[in-house]
Each structure stands twice: as C-alpha cells, then as structure tokens.
C-alpha cells in the first residue's frame, strides 16, 4: 500500500524522540563525532542492524520488493558468513536464590561446564525475596563462578513473571550495572511487584514497558546488552498469540524469542523409576487467564516441544510468515534433578534470607525430580564471531541457533545461497535474510555431523530423518491473535541411510517467486504422528508425549531457526 | 423429595435449548459467578452444594475480570440455602455425591436406585422448573459472568448424569454407558478403541461442544487413557 500504510510504527527508530545516532537514513559522514560513536556502541551492542528488527522487512525497499507494506527500520536477522563457533548453552538455570529449586550456583555452573555448555544464564524466580534480597546476594556467587570456570560464560539473569503472562528469560551482558539494571527491572516490573488490582491490559502494558526500560538501560550505556526469551509459552495457555507480538514490537533488540522445548524433560519419566508426571511438566488445562482460542492440544509437549514450535503452521511459524523474526531454544530449567542424591539443608528461611541454605547430600535417590543438569539433555547452540558474552548475545540475537535434545547430532551448518555458487561455505547462515533478484534460483545446503560420541544416557543418538520445513512470507498479519500459517508446510524429507557419518544435502529451493522462510527439523524416527494441521502439511510430524511414560532418551528431535529468502 | 418452584417468571433464554446440556429442553439454567478465579475453587463450591445440582458446569469469562463463572440445572431451593453450612464438611458432600452405587439424583429425587442414564433422564423429564434461590444469587458486579454462564455453549461439566459412576478404571464403553458423556475423543487425533481402558482418578471433568458431551483423553501409561485434565496440575511455580 505504498506510503500511505496504516500499521503502526513503534520501533525505536521512528520514534520522535529518535537521536540522530539511531536514524540509519542519517549517513555516519553526516554525524557529529560523539553521535559516530554512539552508532558504533550501538552497532557494536547489536542495536543496530543484524537482528535488532521486529521484520525481516524492515530495511527500506525490502518489503516492496515482495510486494508486502514495508515497516521501518534496520534490516533485521543475521547476515554475517562463515567463521562461526558453535556454542551450547541453557538460558534458564534455577539456584538456591529460586523458593523451589536448591543447588549453589556453582553446583549448575560446574554441572553445566562439565556436561558440555559454553554458556549459560542464572535465572532464579523473580519474587518479592529475589527483587529485596536474592537479585544482589547471587551477584558474588555468579562472579565466583566466572573465575573458577574461566571456559564459561556465566550470565545473571532472572526467570521474569511477565505481567498477565507466562515466565520468561531475562538477561544482561556483565558489567558494573548488572545488578543495578536487574533490580531496578524486577522491582518495578516483575508480576510479584503488581498491584492486584491492575486489569488484564494494564498488565500487558506493564510487561511492554519492561522490556522497553531494558532497551532503554542499553541505550544509555548502563549495560551492553540484554535479552529476554519467554519461557513455557504454551503451558498454561496464558501467552496469547498478541503478547507474544507487542513483546517482540517492544524492542526487537531486547525480546527475540522463545523456549522451542521446554525444560523439566525428566518429568515423564515411568514410575517407579521416575517422576511419572508429563513431559515438561506440561500438565495444565485452560484458566480463566488463558488465551481462550488456544487448543487443548497447546497444553502437552510433542516429542518434548512446545505446541508453539511442534506444530508445522502453528503460532511460531505464523510469526514467521509475516517476517517476524522470533527464534527458539531449548533449556534444562534445572530446580531439582532426577537422581540426584542432595536435598534442601534443614534450617533454612528463605523469606528472610532470600536464598536457601547449602544443599546437603543425603545418600537418598531422588526418583520424583523432573529435571536434568544443565546441557545433560538438552543444548540451545549459537554461531558466535569469538568466545565472549557478546558475541553469544549477538548470535542469539541474530537467530544463529540450532538446538536439540540428547546430543541427536554432533554439529550442523545450513545456509542457503544462490544455486549453484561454487564456493564452499558460502551462503546466508540460521537466523539470517537472503535478498536476491525475483527468479533467481536459490539452494538449501545442509552439512549435519551424525554424532559419534556416547551422550549422557550412554548412548550413541541415530538420526533417521531430516525435513525441510517451508512456509510463504505473506506480511503482517491484520489480527494480532492469528496463530496459522497456512502456507507453510514440510516440503521434503531425507532419510539418514544407516551407518552414515555425515549428511551432506543441496536441495533446490525453485527460482524465487514468493518470498518464504525455511527450517529445518530431524529427528531418531523412534515417534511421530500426523502433524495437527493435517498429513498434507506435516506427514510425519512429533508425538504427543504420553502422561507418565515419556522417555526422553527416545525420542530425540532438533529443530534450526529460520533463513529467509526474499527478492530485491 | 424435594419441592420445586414454579417458575413462570423464568425467560425463555434460562432453560435448556433441546440436547444442549444432556437433558431434556426446558430445564432451568442458573448462571451463577462467585468471583473464583481458579477452577479448583469453583469446584469446591459447586461440590458443596446439597442436594447436588443435577447438572453443574464451569464457564471460563473475562468480563468483568478473568475468572470462573458456574450454570446450575436442577439446583434445588433447599440445596442453596444449605450451601454455606455445607462448604465446612465437603467431604461429607463428596461421598453424597460420589460414592459408587448412590446416583447423581439420589439426593435430589431419590427413587431407590436411580443410576442408570435413561432412567436418569427419564426422570428430569418430570422435573418442574425452579427459581433462583437467594443463596445462588450473584453479586450485580458479577451478573455479566453468570449470564455469560447461561448462555455458554463450552461448559466444563463437573457434576452431571452419572458422574458418581466414573470412578477407577473404566473402559471407554462403559464411560459412555455409565454418565451422559456422549463421546470419549483422545487429543492428537487417535481414535479410541472401546475396550481401551481409561484411568478416571477418580476426577473426570468433560466439556460441552456444538451440544455434546466430549471427554477428552490421552495416552498415558501402558496404553491406558487419562482425562486430558488432571486434579493437580503443576502450579506455575511456587515463588509468588
């Protein structure tokens, strides 16, 4: 609709206020030098330019050329090539500072370095104990942790209670003000610390301009960067379809995604050797603080995913046809671990000291827990530019992350590029955009390591099966409640021959014509059913994880965030 | 036996539309809201009435606020005004209401051992319609939601025809023999087998759909079936 469009323009870079730094049509040559240096701080934080838009069609002219309304702002997901080091990591990791979990942070930290993270984030309740007491007094244990485990990067953060919603993942590059910026985010914005009486929509509003103030905190050069990921999204029904947009349109530099899997993968375990509870703890049914066009069937884990990622067409991908760039991980959640053999030490008063007393090991095995230590099962893994917190907040900003579970493969490198480029390792990475001329014929190229290492259960994960998943880009959406995606759908399976220790794969992706996204998800074929939308759409698709007999070992998915290719 | 009211007063729109709650048209709804914002709550209260109303479904509204609102049929004049003395010895209720053998209308109407669901059904044919008793009223604040209630087409059925039969393990034929659920459907699609048994826990919440009474299943362990809801769903978390 050319110019005279009517969606709203609310990124930080149309605002009226915008500094001239933030005003990309203002070229550097014609900035002052501080405002010069203010872009590069910026651009250097990942405010600028790969991954901070709320569309892929944010650049100017982008949306045009595929014919859509065009928003504004810098172009969005990732660009850089080649040269990436992958990074595992789990960003939400309970300690003795949560009211229901136990371990020292140090036990999560050791625990995660040893079974093969590079990087994790603390993230205890927010509560009235954690915003008086525990956010300052987990500050020294998270610095020990760094200097005794040098070769993890170890980041404070906090498990939001998102007003009127679910919880989600909040955290902030390291620095002076870390605590100061977490504090100041949770007492004023945390759900424990609203009034009761505030409606519905004034809590929407409330977590909006949470994740504004974070922005903000960057902006200001408080802190160098921060980022939230809801967590549990589809538990309990209670992150609508439109929260889950007004969060990403608050500042698509702060909020860029979600749990794809969530944590608590224990939980399913059979009694009596286990807990014999749902998969994810995924055992709730619609409140009346649900959103109420959510399906019975949001409320279960398939293959240990979340309804929102599981389901081919579903909410995630209805967010990324319209360009939206919103990315995927998965984490432990670790509180208490199955099998462990430690347990809360007597004596303690949480409420006063806003952290538990020191686990005691207790020589009891506790079957009942449902969760495992960060990276045993699962892994949220970033192609980073270097080994730094910034550059894993960068590649997770930017959407450069695969994740799965079990270790079902060792590594994994999807691009898409122009068919037939000659050059190795050329292409546009996960998360990134590729813009080529309308009728250009493009290719998907996939290199998957096949694991050839035992993972945490002993085992050497097979992988049976890769589908590309594909889906037309068909711009913002008019209801912000829509969570379809009618166009986007499995369009190609490859089976993994038995034996194989690599997949190499080029599959022709047609010479463009409509803009699309595609991702990738494998799986060790050991469970799967007709995807919700139908067999059309997803043949061979997760399983709906059965109550009390769900083994996570068995059933073992990855799932890769997006690349977009669209015309120029 | 109970007396009922006559209800002349009652609008056309506060009874039954043929078929939609399981019983016979021109039954008298009563929307009622107490505020609760918990579905565990709004049980409560609904298991503490005495007698039992025949039928008793939650309806999830947001007006005024997000909370659960309830629609009573065959709510007895008498059960209301005991409903508060009752709320302090729910368990005593519970077995009224629950126990195998005692069917759902035993407290109301009582002919000797009414459980069967046609004879069940046979017999609220014969119920006259009732008035709202003073103890189901609804603060006017409230109202909205206990009309939303009556005109909800999506209850949550926690007391109905043959509720007190659905205990232990059942197959799936005898759920749809036993209670007035009209169709077992299992989430994700699968179709169940009527031999298939089904684990009630003893808690067996179905909805309403397009008029019919659906309860949704799904697998659990060593291919048996459990109620898509459970009675202890995993709080969000224990912090706040």
């Not at chain 1, 209670?161 to 679910?166: C, D, F, G, L, S």
Request: with cysteine.
């Amino acid at each position: 609709m050319g110019h005279g469009h009517d969606h709203a323009h609310d990124d930080f870079t149309a605002a009226a206020d915008v500094p001239a730094a933030l005003d990309l049509s203002v070229p550097d040559s014609e900035l002052s030098p501080s405002d010069v240096s203010r872009r590069g701080f910026l651009r250097g934080a990942g405010l600028l330019g790969a991954g901070a838009a709320a569309s892929v069609f944010a650049a100017p002219g982008v949306a045009e050329a595929a014919g859509l309304a065009h928003t504004h702002g810098p172009a969005g997901g990732g660009t850089a090539k080649g040269g990436f080091q992958w990074l595992a990591g789990d960003h939400h990791i309970h300690t003795q500072y949560s009211s229901d979990a136990m371990y020292r942070v140090l036990d999560q930290a050791k625990r995660g370095h040893a079974y093969g993270l590079d990087w994790l984030v603390i993230t205890d309740h927010g509560s009235n104990a954690h915003a008086k007491i525990g956010v300052d007094k987990v500050n020294p244990d998270i610095l020990h942790a760094r200097s005794a485990l040098p070769g993890l990067l170890t980041f404070q953060g906090l498990e939001w209670n998102i007003p009127a919603a679910e919880h989600a993942t909040v955290f902030v590059h390291p620095g002076k003000n870390e605590v100061d910026v977490l504090k100041r985010f949770e007492q004023t914005y945390d759900g424990s610390q609203q009034p009761t009486t505030n409606t519905e929509a004034q809590n929407e509003a409330q977590a909006v301009a949470g994740i504004k103030f974070l922005g903000e905190q960057v902006r200001a050069r408080k802190i160098e960067g921060a980022l939230f990921f809801a967590n549990h999204p589809a538990r309990r029904g209670v992150d609508s379809p439109h929260e889950v947009r007004n969060w990403r349109d608050a500042d698509p530099s702060v909020a860029v995604g979600m749990e794809g899997a969530p944590g608590h993968q224990a939980a399913g375990i059979k009694a009596p050797n286990g807990r014999g509870g749902a998969r994810g703890y995924y055992d709730n049914n619609p409140s009346a603080a649900s959103f109420p066009g959510y399906p019975l069937e949001s409320y279960r884990t398939w293959g240990g995913f979340d309804w929102m990622t599981a389901t081919v067409g579903g909410l995630w991908d209805s967010l990324l046809a319209e360009g939206r760039a919103w990315w995927i991980t998965v984490n432990s959640d670790s509180h208490v671990v199955y099998l462990d053999q430690s347990d809360h030490a007597p004596g303690s008063d949480f409420e006063a000291n806003g952290k538990f007393n020191d686990p005691v090991y207790t020589g009891v095995t506790n079957t009942s827990a449902g969760d495992f230590w960060p990276g045993y099962y699962g892994r949220t893994n970033v192609g980073a530019s270097s080994f730094s917190y910034k550059a894993v907040m960068d590649g997770l900003r930017a959407g450069r992350v695969w994740v799965d579970h079990g270790r079902l493969i060792k590594a994994l490198d999807a691009r898409v590029r122009v068919a037939g480029d000659p050059r190795a390792a050329s292409g546009t990475p996960l998360g990134g955009v590729l813009q080529v001329k309308r009728g250009t014929s493009t290719e998907l190229t996939l290199d998957i390591d096949l694991q050839d290492m035992p993972n945490w259960a002993t085992f050497i994960p097979v992988l049976k099966r890769v589908d590309v998943i594909v889906g037309t880009v068909t711009g913002p959406v008019a209801d912000k409640d829509t969570f379809v995606a009618p166009n986007t759908k499995v369009v190609k399976s490859f089976e993994v021959s038995p034996g194989s220790q690599r997949v190499s794969i080029k599959y022709g992706l047609g010479r463009l014509d409509k803009p699309f996204y595609l991702r990738l998800r494998g799986t060790d074929g050991n469970r799967s059913q007709p995807g919700l939308m139908g067999a059309a759409v997803d043949p061979a698709g997760p399983k709906l994880d059965a109550i009390g007999d769900a083994d996570p070992w068995g059933d073992l998915w990855f799932y890769t965030n997006p690349i977009w290719v669209l015309p120029k | 036996m109970t007396i009922y009211h006559s209800t002349a007063a009652l609008s056309a729109d506060l009874v039954t539309p043929a078929g939609t709650y399981g019983v016979p048209a021109g039954a008298p709804v009563i929307g009622v809201s107490r505020g609760h914002r918990e579905l565990a709550e709004a049980d409560h209260w609904i298991l503490s009435l005495v007698p039992a109303p025949v039928l008793a479904c939650t309806h999830l509204v947001r007006e005024p606020f997000p909370h659960v609102a309830i629609s009573l049929v065959g709510a007895a004049a008498s059960a209301a005004a005991a409903a508060s003395a009752a709320a302090e010895v729910p368990t005593a209720v519970r077995a009224a209401t629950t126990a195998p053998g005692v069917g759902l209308l035993g407290g109301l109407v009582a002919p000797a051992g009414a459980q069967a669901v046609p004879e069940t059904r046979s017999i609220l044919e014969t119920l006259p319609a009732l008035e709202t008793p003073p103890a189901l009223e609804t603060q006017p604040t409230l109202q909205v939601a206990a009309d939303l209630a009556v005109a909800g087409r999506s209850g949550r059925a926690v007391l109905f025809p043959g509720v007190a039969n659905l205990v232990g393990t059942l197959s799936v034929a005898d759920v749809l023999a036993l209670s007035a659920i009209d169709r077992i459907e299992i989430l994700g699609g699968e179709v169940p087998d009527p031999a298939a048994l089904v684990e009630t826990n003893d808690f067996v919440r179905p909805q309403y759909r397009a008029g019919q009474l659906i309860l949704t299943v799904m697998p659990a362990v060593d291919g048996r079936l459990v109620p898509f809801e459970s009675r202890t769903p995993t709080p969000c978390c224990a912090a706040h």
